[in-house]
């Protein structure tokens, strides 16, 4: 699974992306009661050239159960972690507004 969330989110970037963030990492952690997957890009400037700024990006899955009998009752929203009240539909938004928010995009 982490694998595969990480080549579908290299493909968004690569395809959409177009210079706007670049992903440094992308991981799931957790299991048995809870999950979080994870995201960390780096923002671009207005003249396309990478920054040093980063966001983190994070959403949890509350999961019940153990060994092959785990259940996940879904995804919460994606937040950005320096301001976590924020909740975001997609990674891609989060860091869209995570980079405009440090001036960057």
Known sequence: MKKILLAILMTITTTYGAGAY???SSKELGKDEAKNQNVVVKCTTDTG???NQT???RRYAKCTGTGDNVKCNGWQPW???RN???KYS???SAASACCRS???R
């Open 79 to 81: 937040q950005d972690l």
């Open 90 to 92: 997609d990674w891609r």
């Open 49 to 51: 050239k990478i920054s």
């Open 55 to 57: 966001c983190s990006l």
């Open 102 to 104: 440090k001036g960057l």
């Open 22 to 24: 670049q992903i440094l």
């Open 84 to 86: 976590p009240n924020k």
